[in-house]
T-cell receptor
Framework: SQQGEEDPQALSIQEGENATMNCSYK?????LQWYRQNSGRGLVHLIL???NEREKHSGRLRVTLDTSKKSSSLLITASRAADTASYFC???????????WGAGTKLIIKP | DTGVSQNPRHKITKRGQNVTFRCDPI?????LYWYRQTLGQGPEFLTY????????KSRLLSDRFSAERPKGSFSTLEIQRTEQGDSAMYLC???????????FGPGTRLTVT
């Protein structure tokens, strides 16, 4: 069974706008990771946030984590056509590196 | 290119046949993972190795599935007596102990007819 659930399932925005996607999970975690998947490059790691962190930035990406609500959000600012992809959250429960994945958010950036 | 490689990229087989996939991880990585992904879903964990030892197997991995990693280098995933429900993308990833980020290969797409 899958631990994470992304919301929305699909998101279509204009280039230049910000995109926000959310992930909820069920059990306590050691860390939460976001990955991007497109047909050209496969699955690529974007950012990791540990359970004792609340916010993290990497370039145009901002990730927040609320362990009390068991949720995380990924914000992509100033979106580009190249950001078109599916975005997955993956949770690492007890640092044995077994990742449990959500079903993903499909993001389409319109030119 | 020193990333994770998987072969073959595509495999079409008839129900009941056996298939074997290969994964070559990034050479410095001692951990290797196998996942299965169906259309519209996230990857599902199957198994992982630390060096040559298979440390964990998902209950998804029925007796028809077996994975090996001889000498702690490349890994093979074999599916015996394939069923149509085995049709999926099989993904391999690798990492270094202490590094949570996993590096994925391009996957092997299996179609069972």
């Amino acid at each position: 069974s899958q631990q994470g659930e992304e919301d929305p399932q699909a998101l279509s925005i204009q280039e230049g706008e910000n995109a926000t996607m959310n992930c909820s999970y069920k059990t306590s975690i050691n860390n939460l990771q976001w990955y991007r998947q497109n047909s050209g490059r496969g699955l690529v790691h974007l950012i990791l946030i540990r359970s004792n962190e609340r916010e993290k930035h990497s370039g145009r990406l901002r990730v927040t984590l609320d362990t009390s609500k068991k949720s995380s959000s990924l914000l992509i600012t100033a979106s580009r056509a190249a950001d078109t992809a599916s975005y997955f959250c993956a949770t690492d429960l007890d640092s044995n590196y077994q990742l449990i994945w959500g079903a993903g958010t499909k993001l389409i950036i319109k030119p | 290119d020193t990333g994770v490689s998987q072969n073959p990229r595509h495999k079409i087989t008839k129900r009941g046949q056996n298939v074997t996939f290969r994964c070559d991880p990034i050479s410095e990585h001692n951990r290797l993972y196998w996942y299965r992904q169906t259309l519209g879903q996230g990857p599902e964990f199957l198994t992982y190795f630390q060096n040559e030892a298979q440390l964990e197997k998902s209950r998804l991995l029925s007796d028809r599935f077996s994975a090996e990693r001889p000498k702690g280098s490349f890994s093979t995933l074999e599916i015996q007596r394939t069923e149509q429900g085995d049709s999926a993308m099989y993904l391999c990833a690798s990492s270094w102990t202490g590094d949570h980020e996993q590096y994925f290969g391009p996957g092997t797409r299996l179609t069972v007819t």
